[in-house]
């Protein structure tokens, strides 16, 4: 449903009319993101400033017009796709560091600026910018924020909220307002903790002061060759059981290995079951230690071929084969269907085991690349979305998944989000008081919910969860 | 060396009021949720009490006419040590979880001022935290799951029990520092760490403050970063190193600084005064704003985080004025604990943040009758 006339006007005000994208074919373009589901915006708009974004949200304010924040469009749970129409208002034009405080250890940035440039540019003085999702070469620090972004290193160095300060923001009445900064400990409500990885639904994000950490002198990486992905999950409990937080503890089973090593040719064992990366960082003493810890472990615990990188050409090949390992999976299927469900780590035997089982019983084949250290699952379903029919296996594999991931005490996304896709399952794990607390903070910031509507909460409309009832499992009493 | 201990435990809120409020203190979550409920559609005032340790920060409650102690709730509801996570209710003392956690050679690097005897609940809504912030962040880094009393009679939990979870929106951070003014704390999940393979405390004694900064600064420019750092008013520093043996011992040998007890630590969380007043500011300032304390005024700091507790001595001008200097440089001061007199006239919290309007409406949202501690925080 195209915008009225007039209302695309007020855009072209603001924004300038080579800023605003209302022609059917180019909106194609920003119909999804990285997961399944798409639906066409009516508008995008690309703001340059602040001001701007705060114009348009007014706009959509007046006329009750959906408007969905959206970065590099690399998300994998639908929350940048505009499900009720409206506005897409991307942020990518946005890109500047405003500032990176060598003293301070701080950067100040807009949305739009890629995870990765950030590092690069930081590594100049000696520091880097922690959270390092897989999409780090694409994604941008703004859809980071929003949705709470994680990636490998997250193990030791912790989440994107535990490195966002503070940040500009823009709420539904079109309001600008700076939430935290770099003080600790600021007196009032932590509304800033609050609209980190609240994924578009509260605020649209037009600055993000972030901490930026000191590079450690001196990294460890080891790549490690399992029998069977039991024994390696194994393994990542007792490494970390050791008291050793490694700063990443990866795990790619025997169909991502053979995939990337066709890719990449980093030299994965192709034999293994699976293989762990696990790296260490700090300074030389702290490292050696470590690893020569870790590599005890997993040799007690059935590791076999341990392979340490020797040059950090060596380290970057090993890295780019796990980081790229969802773009090698194309070698098999060209589509792919991704959960980040989180278990608690001493259950990856179990939930991987039932992962396994599931893709059996729909006879799709199943590739595992995911942060064992956190428990965080990627079982990626591998299918060709000409086969007829396929989306409905696919879909219901998913679902099949992550219940076994509830079943076992976990969460339904680790980094991810609930976006479109996992919305319809989030009674599995709140219960409806708990919703409506939620729910409730919406409102506060988003009243007329023009805010990414339909995201995050059950939406009666849409499809309800039917599930084959294959898992035996019962839901683990809660905890509480 | 800052040493005043004050035993301010069992300190009642009650006494600040104009009656004696009637204590309640239940023996399940459902009850207190039950207990709050009725305070709420009655009408009446309720102010949530832990160990007491923090119960003379903020303003003074406007009315008190309940005491809902979370004391009976005191269980550790699960601790499964391969997961390195544990959920625990809130009534229970940091000490009685770190004995737990310890059996398991893990801990939660949480080490409070005025301790022992905070419970987890209190931790949370205040947001203490202590010196080993330096390393593991505070307790909003490692929160993982909150379940959480209402008003209205609801108990909504949030977050789990997974190390890393985006499902739903973070209202860990809602309820952490948020001094109990949204709902009851009534039980937490953590992660937690596994204690350091080595763990070494250092110490030196400077002729002037100019000589414990650059100390200070030199032990966090360190390759090995501190795990916690602290510089007392009287030039004399203490700084932990915490990690694989070969590197702390390097970072020892490299320091030059003398070897002390670990006790130290211990003893110095045990400080708590009278008159005490937290000044958080952006790290880089902490050093200028210290400066503008009175002259012999006692107080210590973590330079490494940019937080500072200073024992005011009811000098009130002093702290508006030290206050000013904090708020221009984008940081706060906070009454820790404050005779009546001094928190009424010089306000607890200083300036209202800018977006004090949205935090009136969450404040409303989830307690619109002004159950809970009326007066005693921002909103």
Redesign the interface.
């Known amino acids: 449903m195209a915008l009225p006339i007039a209302v695309v006007e007020e855009l072209r005000r603001i924004v300038g009319s080579e800023s605003v994208i209302d022609s059917a074919n180019d909106l194609r373009i920003f119909e999804r993101d990285a997961s399944i589901e798409g639906a066409l915006p009516d508008a995008v708009v690309l703001p340059t400033t602040t001001e701007q974004v705060a114009e348009v949200i007014k706009v959509a304010a007046k006329h009750h017009i959906p408007v969905v924040p959206r970065g590099a469009g690399t998300g994998l749970s639908g929350g940048a796709v505009t499900i009720r129409g409206g506005i897409a208002l991307q942020v990518t034009r946005m890109r500047r560091i405003l500032e990176i405080d060598p003293?301070?250890q701080t950067a100040m940035v807009e949305p739009g600026v890629v995870n990765q440039e950030l590092s690069l540019v930081a590594s100049s003085l000696g520091l880097f910018y922690a959270p390092d999702p897989s999409s780090q070469k694409a994604c941008t620090i703004g859809g980071n924020a929003a949705?709470?972004s994680?990636g490998p290193h997250?193990l030791y160095y912790?989440?994107t909220?535990?490195h966002v300060l503070g940040m500009e923001v823009v709420?539904a009445d079109g309001s600008v307002?700076?939430?935290s900064?770099?003080?600790?400990?600021?007196?009032?409500?932590?509304?800033?903790?609050?609209l980190?990885?609240?994924e578009g639904t509260m605020c649209a994000i037009t600055k993000i002061k972030v901490r930026l950490l000191?590079t450690p002198?001196s990294v460890a990486t080891l790549l490690a060759a399992f029998p069977t992905i039991e024994t390696a999950s194994h393994a990542v409990?007792a490494v970390?059981?050791?008291?050793?937080?490694p700063a990443a503890l990866e795990m790619m089973d025997r169909v991502t290995v053979n995939a990337v090593e066709a890719h990449y040719h980093a030299g994965y064992p192709t034999d293994a079951g699976a293989v762990l990366l696990a790296e260490v960082d700090?300074?030389p003493?702290?490292t050696?230690?470590?690893m020569a810890?870790v590599r005890e472990v997993l040799a007690a615990n059935q590791g076999y071929a341990m392979r340490e990188a020797q040059t950090p050409a060596e380290r970057d090949l090993l890295w780019q084969g796990r980081k790229g390992a969802i773009g090698a999976l194309g070698r098999i299927r060209p589509n792919y269907y991704l959960h980040d469900g989180?278990?608690?780590?001493?259950r990856l035997p179990q939930v991987l085991s039932a992962v396994g089982e599931i893709g059996e019983h729909y006879k799709l084949p199943v590739a595992n690349v995911f942060?064992a250290g956190?428990?965080?699952l990627h079982p990626n379903i591998m299918f060709d979305l000409r086969e007829p029919g396929i989306m409905h296996q696919v879909e219901g594999a998913g679902e099949e998944m992550l219940r076994a991931v509830v079943e076992l005490?976990?969460?339904?996304?680790?980094?991810?989000?609930?976006g479109l896709e996992?919305s319809a399952f989030?009674p599995w794990?709140?219960?409806p008081?708990?919703?409506?607390?939620?729910e409730?903070?919406?409102?506060?910031?988003d009243v007329d919910g023009i805010l990414n509507p339909g995201k995050?909460f059950p939406d009666p409309s849409r499809k309800q969860i039917q599930l084959a009832g294959r898992t035996g499992l019962a839901i683990e009493a809660?905890?509480? | 060396m800052v040493k005043k201990p004050h035993e301010l435990g069992g300190f009642a809120v009650s006494s600040r009021g104009p009656r004696a409020p009637v204590v309640e203190k239940p023996k399940t979550a459902e009850e207190l949720a039950r207990v709050l409920h009725q305070a709420a559609a009655s009408g009446s005032a309720v102010v949530p009490v832990g160990g007491g340790r923090s119960s003379r920060m903020g303003g003074t409650p406007l009315r008190c006419d309940v005491e809902l102690h979370t004391t009976h709730l005191d269980r550790v509801l699960e601790h499964s040590q391969a997961d390195m996570v544990v959920s625990v209710e809130a009534g229970i003392t940091l000490e009685a979880l770190q004995e737990e956690l310890g059996k398991a050679g893990q801990f939660l690097p949480l080490d409070p001022f005025n301790s022992p005897g905070h419970t987890i609940g209190g931790l949370l809504a205040t947001g203490w935290s202590g010196p080993l912030r330096q390393r593991f962040g505070s307790a909003r880094d490692y929160l993982i799951g909150i379940r959480v009393a209402m008003p209205d009679g609801h108990l909504a939990s949030a977050g789990g029990r997974v190390v890393k979870n985006v499902s739903g929106y973070d209202l860990m951070k809602l309820h952490y520092g948020a001094m109990g003014s949204l709902g009851v704390i009534v039980a937490a999940s953590f992660k937690v760490f596994p204690r350091p393979l080595h763990d070494v405390t250092l110490a030196i004694s400077t002729g002037s403050m100019g000589e414990a900064w650059t100390a200070a600064e030199q032990a966090l420019s360190m390759p090995l970063a501190p795990t916690a750092l602290e510089l007392f008013s009287d030039g004399h520093l203490l700084v932990r190193f915490g990690g694989s043996p070969d590197a702390v011992k390097r970072m020892v040998a490299e320091l030059g600084w003398k070897q002390a007890d670990a006790s130290a630590w211990a003893e110095h969380s045990r400080t708590g005064l009278e008159s005490w007043a937290r000044i958080a500011v952006p790290r880089h300032a902490l050093r200028e704003i210290l400066g503008t304390l009175p002259e012999k005024a006692r107080w210590w700091a973590s330079p490494g985080i940019g937080i500072a507790h200073w024992d005011f001595d009811n000098s009130s001008d002093a702290v508006v004025g030290v206050r000013h200097a904090a708020e221009k440089a984008h940081g706060t001061l906070v009454l820790m604990s404050a005779p009546t007199e001094v928190s009424k006239k010089i306000g607890a919290w200083g300036t209202p943040p800018e977006t004090i309007g949205v935090m009136r409406r969450l404040k409303k949202a989830f307690d619109p009758e002004g159950t809970l501690n009326p007066g005693r925080f921002v909103v």
């Open positions: 003293v301070a949705e709470n994680g997250c912790g989440v909220t535990n709420l307002h700076w939430v900064g770099d003080t600790p400990d600021r007196v009032g409500l932590d509304l800033c903790g609050v980190v990885g609240s000191r002198p409990s970390i059981a050791a008291g050793i937080v700090g300074i003493e702290s050696r230690e470590l810890a989180v278990v608690p780590r001493s942060h956190d428990g965080n005490g976990g969460a339904l996304s680790g980094e991810h989000g609930i996992k989030m794990i709140f219960s008081e708990d919703l409506e607390a939620m409730r903070v919406k409102r506060v910031f995050i809660k905890w509480w």
